[in-house]
């Protein structure tokens, strides 16, 4: 297994009245990230938030192509990210959820303290695979068919890149001493969007070769 330290190439935020990063996700411009009461929109090259959707956003941000899917409690609400309207919703599996990416026509929804990832049906919520982590997850995403989580456990975090049929751990990323990861996310080619919790702040990790 492969170990290397994250490359931060560069941070967003923190924003005014936006105190905490709870999931983050990409739809090919802007950047999304949760912050409680409002999903929120960032410019990628300047770093200038752009809109806020008030809707209840607790934890993992997903973009399907067309709509956002956001953890709000014990439910994925699907919303339309022109208006902000939540056009239906979901429950989340027993125990509630933390990161939440799209990859194969399905969600995929990481569980914290149950150190879990749930394949999800976005219609029904039904599981369709699960697999099993060493470490409490805090985001999930895909980067090039290759499936990735966060991990924040003991105020320490890491980036995995983890079989997805398996769960078995093929590669880390360590996070500096300090630098905790509450939600992540890819931009589709070489970078990770790395929620930083109560910081406010969204980190950019280069991904190594």
Known sequence: ??????????EYGPYDNKPGVHGVSFDGKQLWFASGDHVNAVDP???????????????GTAFDGRYLYQIA????????????TVLSSIPTPEGG???????????????????KIHRL?????????????????TGVTWLNGEL?????????????RVDPRTGDVLQTVD????VLVSGLESDGVDRFYCGGGGSGKIRVVQKPE
Do not use: C
């Not at 599981?127 to 997850?137: D, M, P």
């Not at 966060?150 to 320490?156: H, I, P, V």
């Not at 996070?175 to 300090?178: A, H, L, N």
């Open 121 to 137: 049906d976005p219609e029904t919520g039904a599981i369709l695979h699960t697999i099993e982590s060493k470490r409490f997850v």
């Open 97 to 115: 959820g933390a990161g939440l990416t799209w990859a194969e026509g399905s969600l995929w929804i990481g569980q914290h303290r149950a150190r």
């Open 45 to 59: 090259a300047s770093g200038e938030l752009r809109r806020s959707l008030a809707v209840q956003a607790h934890a």
């Open 175 to 178: 996070m500096p001493p300090g």
């Open 1 to 10: 297994m492969k170990t290397t330290t994250a490359h931060i190439v560069r």
């Open 73 to 84: 409690d014990s439910r994925i609400q699907k919303i339309d990210p022109a208006t902000g």
């Open 148 to 160: 990735w989580h966060a991990t924040w456990e003991n105020e320490q975090s890491d980036l995995r």
